[in-house]
């Protein structure tokens, strides 16, 4: 009965059957009816037989029979040997390096499989199995899969995964497909970095997806936003920001960009509308004008800051005014830089209207709200304080009130007045004339009660309404009271004279005798006498005496007469300290206080296109007084004292003054000293005097004179407005002295002198001043520039050298160095690396040298890298070593470039463009190919030259097995010997996966192989011998390196059969 018996590829197939028979039968094996394999291992005992095939292959598989036979018969039994395969795969060497195709392209992936029992084959890409669609088809046999790919697009990059499995395992292999198509659109979105109305700046980033060949330019158009047509911008920039000109302010622009590879141009990246103007808008409008300080040519107008600037700085404010119903004017030339502006020229009598533009560097923003419409006149305020009042009279029911009108009527005329009364102890005022105004500067208070003190004041009324109270200086009590004498009134001296017989009366002031007129009146009733002066005035105040005279005697009496009136003329108004923006006003007392004490001087000022007067204080009681002033604006000023009667006349100054700072003489110069001399010439340096007198305008005198001379000779025309001068003409050796002045509107000031100076050359030790601050850094094939100021006296010599060594430079045609009477060039075309180091320069002259030093590194592309090397070689791998460049190229190494090529084709190949490391391990070597490798270091400076490597073969690290030990002859017949043998002591470092047995008669010199195949076994029996023939054997080792050398030849063995009988009985067990 059959069996089925399954071994893997690779193992041993052990075959046995117990044998009874007598004689012992014959035994014979064979596969498939034929002569098993000579690798078959047969050995037969006493007991049985036992076959086995060790390392066995696909073909080993088959039906096995054993036969056994003596005289009593014979008797076969069978058994099934599969033999099950692992499966393999079999694939294009481009396969494996990867496969590109374009988009569109149908690609066809074929693999060759093999394996037994047939294995099933399965394909996988992103982790996903894939199954026949309308794209892909998968074509199987039991020899071969296809995976056809149809219309390939870039999504179809990647790896697929080809799975092949049966019963004896599994085989996995990857095929690399890259499927090139035009780019992706670039990644949005496209950035507008800045905006004008003449031109935008945009960038964008990469595209994602890059077709799979690098991006060679890209394509950038623009549109107006209303049209269809494209226009080109720019079709050959590799870089991913691009400005973009000659745009039309306003219009509305849309950009789009579109990505090119070698394969073609991608879909376009289209940016959002956007309008050619400034990236900023224009200011909000400002707040609503204010007008103010109005006058009949004149007003100020300010505004508020617009709530939003833009976004950028307000540059300044535009103003327009307009009569009513009128257009509008704009009023200034300039932007105003302030929110608000004196506008000027306006005419009096007519109504205008003010706007305000605020301006940034977009444009004008819209108008503010008009202002509310303004008159050009003269400016009215409220009146100010009515002046001097004070108490005429006074009874126990009423109280006379008198005043003068106020000094300012606020530019409308006086309406009127009020009066108001405070009784003492309460704190409010009550108005006495509720009903109407008081037309008069005078006034009677009823109803008062007897006994009470009471408080007044008296404020102006004009059409704008009421002006500031003033307060009488003192309380009233009412009550009746007697009132002195005043100017106007009339003067009474009463008196009575006695004497007999009567006596001569005689009037007299102030030694003058008085006689009767119009405003003297002279009464004599004896004994009553009495003297008139009517209307008096301020000069009839004095001393009055009255003289009686008769026979017997004489007798007088006097009175002292004082008439109160205004004080006279303040004396002596003096204006001094001006400055801009204030002055000190000073005058003298009246000669003549009216007969009573000053009270107070009121002190007022105006400009001279003004008609009324400003108080500057009204209650002063020094002579002496500041007053604020306004830059730049004239002022007059006037003064008069007040007394309880009222306030005199006012003195006025007859020019205005200028409200500005004062001018006075300069300073002295500073620092005034020899800067440089010569044979015949000197050179004075001096500087600005700290003070300069109040006036910016300064000028200079420079005098000299002769060490033995008493006179000063000036040695220039007019003034120097500079700090420095050559005085030449000098007489060498001469002693000379020298002395500036500083000069300005006010005067001159005092001079300064030098010391006495011996007019001769000077030496001067050189001194270099290198323009050059750090290190000069320049790239290679750029010129090298140094410059060093130079001074000294004599005229140094210049000497350049570089590590010591001026040969050199001065030799090359590259070098050239100038050198004039301050300044030493040095100029070096067309730099190399070798050009850096440090560049000495030498100043020498009698006084001594000076030494300067210039670094310069010159960048450049990285030297070759050193050391390169490849280890760690296989089949399909290997590392290159390698060792910085000696010379970076002065910045530092980037990264390094890795080529490779065959040598068979010399077609260079980039592995890796970005190696970062001074190693790389490199894959996808095909076994067998040699291979060259070459590294490149780059920088930013670009890439150095190549170091290459001498060729190498991809192959493994493991050699041949060694040489067996002889193989011995185990069993002999006449047609057959089995040989066996022991593997070598050195198998290469590989695993053995065969044997070749070779054969020769002991006569002959050619070994002949016994199998057309390695033999995976120690043991093989030689069959189709000569009878009688004598045979020696040899052996070779094989691993995946190659074939071992053959070991010694075994011992010479003929062919014979040996001599023995069979019994007549057999039986036969098998067993698997």
Same mark, same amino acid.
């Given at each position: 009965?059959?069996?089925?018996?399954?071994?893997?590829?690779?193992?041993?197939?052990?075959?046995?059957?117990?044998?009874?028979?007598?004689?012992?039968?014959?035994?014979?094996?064979?596969?498939?009816?034929?002569?098993?394999?000579?690798?078959?291992?047969?050995?037969?005992?006493?007991?049985?037989?036992?076959?086995?095939?060790?390392?066995?292959?696909?073909?080993?598989?088959?039906?096995?029979?054993?036969?056994?036979?003596?005289?009593?018969?014979?008797?076969?039994?069978?058994?099934?040997?599969?033999?099950?395969?692992?499966?393999?795969?079999?694939?294009?060497?481009?396969?494996?390096?990867?496969?590109?195709?374009?988009?569109?392209?149908?690609?066809?992936?074929?693999?060759?499989?093999?394996?037994?029992?047939?294995?099933?084959?399965?394909?996988?890409?992103?982790?996903?199995?894939?199954?026949?669609?309308?794209?892909?088809?998968?074509?199987?046999?039991?020899?071969?899969?296809?995976?056809?790919?149809?219309?390939?697009?870039?999504?179809?990059?990647?790896?697929?995964?080809?799975?092949?499995?049966?019963?004896?395992?599994?085989?996995?292999?990857?095929?690399?497909?890259?499927?090139?198509?035009?780019?992706?659109?670039?990644?949005?979105?496209?950035?507008?970095?800045?905006?004008?109305?003449?031109?935008?700046?945009?960038?964008?980033?990469?595209?994602?997806?890059?077709?799979?060949?690098?991006?060679?330019?890209?394509?950038?158009?623009?549109?107006?936003?209303?049209?269809?047509?494209?226009?080109?911008?720019?079709?050959?920039?590799?870089?991913?920001?691009?400005?973009?000109?000659?745009?039309?302010?306003?219009?509305?622009?849309?950009?789009?960009?579109?990505?090119?590879?070698?394969?073609?141009?991608?879909?376009?990246?289209?940016?959002?509308?956007?309008?050619?103007?400034?990236?900023?808008?224009?200011?909000?409008?400002?707040?609503?004008?204010?007008?103010?300080?109005?006058?009949?040519?004149?007003?100020?107008?300010?505004?508020?800051?617009?709530?939003?600037?833009?976004?950028?700085?307000?540059?300044?404010?535009?103003?327009?005014?307009?009569?009513?119903?009128?257009?509008?004017?704009?009023?200034?030339?300039?932007?105003?830089?302030?929110?608000?502006? /004196? #506008?000027?020229? $306006?005419? @009096? =009598? *007519?109504?205008?209207?003010? %706007?305000?533009? !605020?301006? &940034?560097?977009? +444009?004008?923003?819209?108008?503010?709200?008009?202002?509310?419409?303004?008159?050009?006149?003269?400016?009215?305020?409220?009146?100010?304080?009515?002046?001097?009042?004070?108490?005429?009279?006074?009874?126990?029911?009423?109280?006379?009130?008198?005043?003068?009108?106020?000094?300012?009527?606020?530019?409308?005329?006086?309406?009127?007045?009020?009066?108001?009364?405070?009784?003492?102890?309460?704190?409010?005022?009550?108005?006495?004339?509720?009903?109407?105004?008081?037309?008069?500067?005078?006034? /009677? #208070?009823?109803? $008062?009660? @007897? =006994? *009470?003190?009471?408080?007044? %004041?008296?404020? !102006?009324? &004009?059409?704008? +309404?009421?002006?500031?109270?003033?307060?009488?200086?003192?309380?009233?009590?009412?009550?009746?009271?007697?009132?002195?004498?005043?100017?106007?009134?009339?003067?009474?001296?009463?008196?009575?004279?006695?004497?007999?017989?009567?006596?001569?009366?005689?009037?007299?002031?102030?030694?003058?005798?008085?006689?009767?007129?119009?405003?003297?009146?002279?009464?004599?009733?004896?004994?009553?006498?009495?003297?008139?002066?009517?209307?008096?005035?301020?000069?009839?105040?004095?001393?009055?005496?009255?003289?009686?005279?008769?026979?017997? =005697?004489?007798?007088?009496?006097?009175?002292?007469?004082?008439?109160?009136?205004?004080?006279?003329?303040?004396?002596?108004?003096?204006?001094?300290?001006?400055?801009?923006?204030?002055?000190?006003?000073?005058?003298?007392?009246?000669?003549?206080?009216?007969?009573?004490?000053?009270?107070?001087?009121?002190?007022?000022?105006?400009?001279?296109?003004?008609?009324?007067?400003?108080?500057?204080?009204?209650?002063?009681?020094?002579?002496?007084?500041?007053?604020?002033?306004?830059?730049?604006?004239?002022?007059?000023?006037?003064?008069?004292?007040?007394?309880?009667?009222?306030?005199?006349?006012?003195?006025?100054?007859?020019?205005?003054?200028?409200?500005?700072?004062?001018?006075?003489?300069?300073?002295?110069?500073?620092?005034?000293?020899?800067?440089?001399?010569?044979?015949?010439?000197?050179?004075?340096?001096?500087?600005?005097?700290?003070?300069?007198?109040?006036?910016?305008?300064?000028?200079?005198?420079?005098?000299?004179?002769?060490?033995?001379?008493?006179?000063?000779?000036?040695?220039?025309?007019?003034?120097?407005?500079?700090?420095?001068?050559?005085?030449?003409?000098?007489?060498?050796?001469?002693?000379?002295?020298?002395?500036?002045?500083?000069?300005?509107?006010?005067?001159?000031?005092?001079?300064?002198?030098?010391?006495?100076?011996?007019?001769?050359?000077?030496?001067?030790?050189?001194?270099?001043?290198?323009?050059?601050?750090?290190?000069?850094?320049?790239?290679?094939?750029?010129?090298?520039?140094?410059?060093?100021?130079?001074?000294?006296?004599?005229?140094?010599?210049?000497?350049?050298?570089?590590?010591?060594?001026?040969?050199?430079?001065?030799?090359?045609?590259?070098?050239?160095?100038?050198?004039?009477?301050?300044?030493?060039?040095?100029?070096?075309?067309?730099?190399?690396?070798?050009?850096?180091?440090?560049?000495?320069?030498?100043?020498?002259?009698?006084?001594?040298?000076?030494?300067?030093?210039?670094?310069?590194?010159?960048?450049?592309?990285?030297?070759?890298?050193?050391?390169?090397?490849?280890?760690?070689?296989?089949?399909?791998?290997?590392?290159?070593?390698?060792?910085?460049?000696?010379?970076?190229?002065?910045?530092?190494?980037?990264?390094?470039?890795?080529?490779?090529?065959?040598?068979?084709?010399?077609?260079?190949?980039?592995?890796?463009?970005?190696?970062?490391?001074?190693?790389?391990?490199?894959?996808?070597?095909?076994?067998?190919?040699?291979?060259?490798?070459?590294?490149?270091?780059?920088?930013?400076?670009?890439?150095?030259?190549?170091?290459?490597?001498?060729?190498?073969?991809?192959?493994?690290?493991?050699?041949?097995?060694?040489?067996?030990?002889?193989?011995?002859?185990?069993?002999?017949?006449?047609?057959?010997?089995?040989?066996?043998?022991?593997?070598?002591?050195?198998?290469?470092?590989?695993?053995?996966?065969?044997?070749?047995?070779?054969?020769?008669?002991?006569?002959?010199?050619?070994?002949?192989?016994?199998?057309?195949?390695?033999?995976?076994?120690?043991?093989?029996?030689?069959?189709?011998?000569?009878?009688?023939?004598?045979?020696?054997?040899?052996?070779?080792?094989?691993?995946?390196?190659?074939?071992?050398?053959?070991?010694?030849?075994?011992?010479?063995?003929?062919?014979?059969?040996?001599?023995?009988?069979?019994?007549?009985?057999?039986?036969?067990?098998?067993?698997?």
């Amino acid at each position: 009965m059959a069996r089925e018996q399954h071994v893997k590829a690779g193992d041993t197939l052990r075959l046995s059957a117990v044998i009874k028979g007598v004689p012992f039968p014959k035994v014979t094996w064979k596969k498939e009816d034929h002569e098993v394999s000579p690798k078959a291992d047969i050995e037969v005992t006493g007991v049985g037989s036992k076959l086995e095939i060790r390392n066995t292959v696909h073909e080993d598989g088959g039906m096995y029979s054993l036969t056994v036979e003596n005289p009593a018969g014979s008797k076969t039994v069978s058994v099934k040997v599969v033999v099950l395969v692992p499966p393999s795969v079999d694939l294009d060497v481009k396969l494996i390096e990867g496969l590109v195709v374009k988009a569109g392209t149908t690609v066809r992936l074929p693999a060759i499989m093999r394996g037994v029992p047939v294995p099933t084959a399965k394909w996988v890409t992103d982790d996903t199995e894939i199954k026949p669609d309308g794209k892909y088809k998968i074509e199987t046999d039991n020899y071969s899969t296809v995976l056809t790919i149809k219309d390939c697009v870039r999504k179809d990059t990647g790896e697929y995964l080809l799975t092949v499995s049966n019963a004896a395992g599994s085989k996995t292999v990857a095929l690399h497909l890259t499927v090139l198509d035009v780019p992706g659109p670039p990644t949005g979105p496209i950035n507008i970095l800045e905006v004008t109305p003449e031109y935008m700046v945009i960038s964008w980033r990469p595209p994602k997806d890059d077709g799979g060949s690098p991006i060679i330019n890209y394509i950038v158009e623009k549109r107006q936003s209303k049209k269809e047509t494209w226009g080109v911008v720019s079709s050959g920039t590799s870089h991913t920001k691009i400005k973009v000109p000659r745009l039309q302010k306003g219009c509305e622009y849309i950009f789009r960009v579109r990505a090119e590879n070698k394969i073609g141009i991608g879909a376009p990246l289209d940016s959002e509308p956007t309008v050619a103007k400034y990236m900023f808008d224009p200011p909000s409008p400002p707040g609503k004008p204010m007008v103010y300080d109005i006058t009949e040519n004149a007003a100020t107008v300010s505004w508020t800051l617009p709530k939003s600037d833009g976004g950028t700085p307000i540059t300044g404010y535009i103003l327009e005014r307009r009569e009513a119903s009128g257009k509008w004017v704009r009023v200034n030339k300039t932007p105003i830089l302030d929110m608000k502006y /004196r #506008v000027t020229g $306006l005419f @009096e =009598g *007519n109504t205008y209207e003010f %706007r305000v533009f !605020a301006e &940034n560097m977009v +444009g004008l923003s819209k108008p503010s709200p008009s202002s509310d419409p303004i008159k050009a006149s003269r400016p009215i305020t409220p009146p100010g304080p009515p002046i001097n009042p004070k108490l005429k009279d006074k009874t126990k029911e009423s109280a006379d009130l008198v005043w003068t009108k106020p000094l300012k009527d606020g530019g409308s005329p006086i309406l009127g007045y009020i009066v108001e009364c405070q009784k003492s102890g309460t704190t409010q005022w009550n108005r006495i004339n509720k009903d109407e105004l008081i037309r008069q500067c005078a006034f /009677r #208070v009823p109803g $008062l009660i @007897e =006994g *009470n003190e009471y408080k007044f %004041r008296i404020k !102006a009324v &004009n059409i704008v +309404g009421e002006g500031e109270p003033r307060e009488l200086p003192e309380t009233v009590l009412a009550k009746d009271i007697l009132s002195p004498p005043e100017i106007s009134q009339t003067i009474r001296i009463t008196g009575k004279v006695k004497g007999r017989p009567d006596p001569e009366i005689t009037w007299s002031k102030d030694g003058k005798v008085l006689v009767q007129e119009k405003h003297v009146e002279i009464l004599h009733d004896l004994p009553n006498v009495e003297l008139q002066v009517k209307e008096a005035k301020r000069s009839d105040h004095g001393k009055y005496i009255i003289a009686a005279k008769n026979s017997c =005697g004489q007798a007088q009496a006097f009175a002292i007469v004082n008439v109160l009136d205004r004080p006279g003329p303040c004396q002596n108004l003096k204006i001094s300290y001006v400055t801009k923006d204030s002055c000190m006003i000073s005058w003298e007392s009246p000669v003549d206080n009216g007969g009573s004490e000053i009270t107070n001087y009121i002190v007022e000022y105006r400009q001279p296109n003004q008609r009324g007067w400003s108080i500057v204080s009204s209650d002063i009681t020094k002579r002496l007084v500041k007053a604020n002033l306004v830059e730049n604006r004239e002022y007059f000023f006037r003064v008069c004292a007040e007394n309880k009667i009222g306030p005199g006349p006012c003195i006025e100054t007859k020019t205005p003054i200028l409200a500005i700072n004062p001018i006075d003489k300069p300073g002295e110069p500073e620092n005034l000293h020899i800067a440089e001399k010569g044979k015949t010439f000197v050179y004075l340096k001096w500087r600005r005097p700290d003070y300069d007198g109040g006036s910016p305008n300064l000028s200079y005198h420079v005098e000299r004179k002769l060490k033995d001379s008493d006179e000063w000779e000036r040695v220039h025309k007019g003034s120097i407005k500079e700090t420095h001068y050559m005085v030449d003409k000098c007489v060498e050796n001469k002693i000379y002295q020298f002395r500036v002045q500083t000069k300005n509107e006010a005067g001159e000031s005092n001079w300064v002198k030098t010391a006495e100076v011996v007019v001769k050359e000077d030496l001067q030790k050189p001194v270099l001043d290198l323009k050059l601050s750090g290190v000069l850094t320049v790239k290679a094939g750029d010129t090298i520039r140094i410059e060093a100021g130079v001074r000294g006296k004599p005229q140094p010599e210049i000497v350049w050298a570089k590590d010591k060594d001026a040969t050199d430079l001065t030799r090359s045609p590259r070098v050239s160095i100038e050198n004039t009477s301050d300044m030493s060039k040095f100029v070096l075309t067309k730099s190399r690396r070798t050009d850096g180091g440090k560049y000495v320069i030498t100043a020498t002259n009698a006084a001594g040298s000076f030494v300067a030093y210039a670094t310069v590194i010159v960048l450049d592309k990285p030297g070759p890298v050193r050391n390169l090397k490849v280890t760690d070689i296989s089949s399909d791998r290997c590392t290159v070593t390698w060792d910085p460049p000696e010379d970076d190229g002065g910045c530092e190494i980037q990264n390094y470039i890795l080529e490779k090529c065959e040598s068979k084709r010399m077609v260079w190949s980039t592995f890796s463009s970005s190696v970062l490391t001074n190693y790389a391990k490199v894959t996808r070597l095909i076994e067998g190919n040699e291979y060259i490798f070459r590294v490149r270091a780059e920088n930013k400076m670009g890439t150095g030259p190549p170091t290459e490597t001498h060729p190498i073969i991809a192959k493994t690290k493991y050699d041949r097995p060694g040489r067996p030990d002889p193989p011995d002859v185990t069993r002999v017949s006449k047609e057959e010997m089995t040989v066996v043998w022991n593997p070598p002591e050195y198998d290469g470092g590989k695993s053995i996966t065969g044997y070749i047995l070779e054969k020769k008669e002991k006569r002959s010199l050619r070994w002949v192989p016994v199998t057309k195949t390695p033999i995976p076994e120690r043991r093989k029996k030689v069959t189709n011998l000569f009878p009688g023939h004598e045979y020696q054997f040899r052996v070779s080792a094989e691993n995946e390196v190659g074939l071992g050398e053959p070991s010694l030849p075994s011992r010479p063995v003929i062919a014979k059969d040996p001599i023995g009988k069979i019994p007549l009985y057999f039986s036969v067990l098998f067993q698997c």
